[in-house]
């Protein structure tokens, strides 16, 4: 069970409130939960990755376990603590402005 | 009796305002999306329940939202604009060719005849299309081979901002894009032809009668003389009464003739409506006062509009989405401020009132007169 936290837009946008509770397959990594994530709520779709290059938005940051996790590998694996659900995968707009 | 429905796009959320067609008072919903800028939200003519709106943000990107119940839900749609093939380059600040990149819609136009089939116009200037209500979008590509090599973006991006439609001929189309100029089809979007001749832009483009490179802000046309055309340029109003073909200055004794918004009365296809603007570097009416002018000799003669409207100390701007005018028998006239005002006029502009104050900063009005 993996847990996700979506910014409160994105929790307007898909009708969640709370967290996201994800089934994923295989190794735990960004791009797993992000798949597993689109896959249950399409809307989400181009909305934390680009759409056409499946890149991070440059103004989405991902946090897990007090760390910045949004310049690692897509493909990493994320910490043990994600993977077993004990810490939710953080998805956050970055600060901007003033 | 009928009712007015006036949409509002904010950069903080979509409003809707609607009143009975006296037009004095006003019920407000919103915001709908709220904290998302809404460049564009506009109703289909044939179904005016079927209303589109464009919701982005930087963080988050692009989304498009519809309501088939005039705005009380809303559901997303397709939100995929992939652009035709290898879309190649385009000119850049720097002069040097840049990738076209999509970065936003700004603005959805419904068909005139099919609820299901939209236009949207996006930046990097290029024209989608929908046919099936918005769940997927397509490209017009022909569009890029109208020298789209030598578009480049204007301050606000390189935008297709306008899109107008001839109600004669499903196949031709008009659209504006910032900074490359006007541009017509007559094939149903497959070929487009520069319509930029008779357009001089001393101040921006080396040179200054350039085929494309003009910043055109917004086009307007009355539905019963659909050859007739005018424009808002960024310095200049121009007419052309052949679909593009030429075009003449019409800005005659215009305070400022720079601005964004152009609009033709319902009923009076040789009466239009502009908001000058102080210049291109001060983005507010001339000497803080906000006067809409009006030509009813479809241009060269304005008279300013002022009955109900600040004369002093105002420093809005019009954006170029931000003006329209309703079908009641009474024209109405609308307009919205980056202040957050909407100003409306029940009688073609003779005396405005605010019909709301304090919103968001205004980027499109749009108004539906429903039955």
């Known amino acids: 069970m993996i847990r996700v936290k979506l910014p409160v837009h994105l929790r307007t946008l898909t009708r969640v409130s709370g967290e996201v509770v994800l089934e994923v397959e295989g190794p735990i990594t960004q791009r797993s939960i992000l798949d597993a994530l689109e896959e249950k709520y399409p809307t989400l779709r181009g909305t934390i990755r680009e759409r056409i290059t499946l890149q991070r938005r440059s103004l989405v940051r991902f946090f897990a376990c007090g760390q910045d996790l949004s310049h690692a590998p897509m493909d990493a694996p994320l910490p043990d603590a994600v993977a077993t659900g004990a810490e939710p995968f953080l998805i956050v707009g970055a600060m901007a402005g003033g | ?371």
Not at chain 2, 85 to 92: L, V
Not at chain 2, 155 to 168: K, Y
Not at chain 2, 332 to 340: K, L, S
């Open chain 2, 1 to 371: 009796m009928s009712n007015v429905r006036v949409l509002v796009g904010t950069r903080k959320g979509a409003f809707i305002l609607t009143s009975d067609e006296t037009r004095k008072e006003w019920e407000i919903s919103g915001p709908h999306f709220a904290g998302w800028e809404v460049y564009h939200i506009k109703g289909s003519p044939v179904d005016p329940n079927r209303i589109y709106a464009s919701q982005s943000t930087g963080w988050f990107g692009q989304l498009i939202q519809r309501s088939n119940d005039g705005g009380k839900s809303w559901e997303p749609m397709g939100n995929e604009f992939k652009y035709d093939g290898d879309p190649g380059t385009h000119q850049f600040y720097d002069g040097t060719q840049h990738p076209w990149e999509f970065k936003r819609v700004w603005l959805l136009e419904p068909s005139l005849t099919d609820p299901d089939t939209v236009y949207a116009g996006a930046e990097d200037a290029a024209l989608f299309r929908t046919n099936d209500g918005g769940q997927t979008w397509h490209e017009l590509a022909g569009l890029r081979a109208a020298k789209g090599h030598l578009w480049q973006p204007g301050a606000g991006g390189m935008c297709l901002h306008t899109i107008v439609q001839d109600p004669n001929d499903a196949n031709r189309l008009f659209v504006a894009i910032s900074a490359a100029g006007a541009f017509r089809t007559d094939d149903g979007g497959a070929t487009w032809l520069p319509i930029n001749r008779g357009l001089i832009s001393p101040y921006e483009l080396p040179d200054s009668a350039a085929e494309v490179g003009h910043c055109v802000h917004s086009l307007a046309m009355h539905p019963a003389r659909p050859d007739v055309l005018f424009m808002q340029k960024h310095w200049d109003v121009m007419r052309s009464d052949d679909a593009g073909g030429m075009w003449h200055e019409i800005s005659g004794n215009l305070p400022s003739d720079f601005g964004f918004p152009i609009a033709v009365h319902a009923h009076e296809p040789e009466t239009v409506y502009v908001v000058p603007i102080k210049s291109d570097s001060e983005h507010y009416p001339p000497d803080g006062k906000l006067r809409v002018y009006r030509s009813r000799t479809g241009g060269n003669e304005w008279e300013a509009l002022t009955e109900g409207l600040p004369q002093s100390d105002c420093y809005v701007n019009v954006l170029r989405s931000a003006l329209a005018v309703d079908s009641l028998d009474s024209c109405g006239v609308y307009f919205g401020t980056t202040g957050g005002q909407v100003y409306a006029s029940a009688d073609s502009g003779d005396s405005w009132m605010p019909i709301v104050r304090d919103l968001p900063a205004v980027v499109s009005v749009e108004v539906q007169v429903l039955p």
